[in-house]
C-alpha cells in the first residue's frame, strides 16, 4: 500500500475496482483494559465514531484507529515463521478476524460487516509487543500481516458469521 491512487478509469483503476467475494466474521475480540485479557464474544455492537462497545478503545478511539480487524488466513502464515501450530487471534489483540477476503482490497473502501458500515483508514502496524506474546522474531512475523484499522460510520450489530462486503466507490 503505497498510497497512491491511480487514475480513474486506468487499468489498474479498474482491477482494484473488480469483483470480489465477501468475506465473513470468525471471531470478535473485546480488550476490556490496558493488558487485559482479551474477551471473545459472538455478538458486539459497533457505535459509529467510536469503535466496539465494551472495548477499553471505545469513546477514545477518535481518529483513524477505532476497531482493528486481520484476516484469519495471516494467522496461519503468523504461526508458520514462528514455527507454532497456530496463533490464536488475542495474542495479536486486533478486534475483528475476516475470513476469506484480502483485507487490502478494502484500502480506502467502505464495506459492511452486518449492520454496521465501515472505511478502512490504514495498515494496522506491530507494535513491540509482540516480542513479548510470541518471543524472539514475532515482531518481524507479525510484519505486513498485521491487517488493517477502520472507522466506525454507522454503528449496529455485528454477529460471527456476518458477511463483510465491500462497497462499490460512490
Avoid at 34 to 48: F, G, H, I, K, S
Wanted: charged share 20%; aromatic share 4%; with cysteine.
Amino acid at each position: 500500500m503505497n498510497g497512491r491512487t491511480p487514475p480513474p478509469g486506468s487499468p489498474l483503476a479498474r482491477l482494484l475496482d473488480g469483483p470480489m467475494a465477501p468475506g465473513r466474521l470468525a471471531w470478535i475480540g473485546l480488550r476490556p483494559a490496558r493488558r487485559a485479557p482479551m474477551l471473545a464474544v459472538e455478538v458486539a455492537r459497533l457505535l459509529p465514531g467510536a469503535g466496539l462497545e465494551g472495548d477499553r478503545w471505545r469513546g477514545a478511539a477518535t481518529g483513524a484507529r477505532q476497531v482493528t480487524l486481520m484476516a484469519a488466513e495471516h494467522l496461519a502464515a503468523i504461526a508458520g515463521y514462528l514455527g507454532m501450530p497456530a496463533a490464536a487471534p488475542e495474542r495479536l489483540r486486533r478486534n475483528l478476524v475476516v475470513a476469506g477476503l484480502n483485507l487490502l482490497a478494502l484500502k480506502g473502501r467502505r464495506f459492511r460487516i452486518g449492520a454496521a458500515l465501515l472505511e478502512c483508514s490504514g495498515e494496522c502496524h506491530p507494535c513491540s509487543r509482540m516480542e513479548e506474546e510470541f518471543g524472539p522474531g514475532g515482531y518481524n512475523a507479525v510484519r505486513g500481516h498485521g491487517g488493517i484499522t477502520a472507522r466506525v460510520l454507522e454503528g449496529g450489530a455485528i454477529r460471527l458469521g456476518d458477511s463483510v462486503t465491500r462497497l462499490p466507490d460512490a
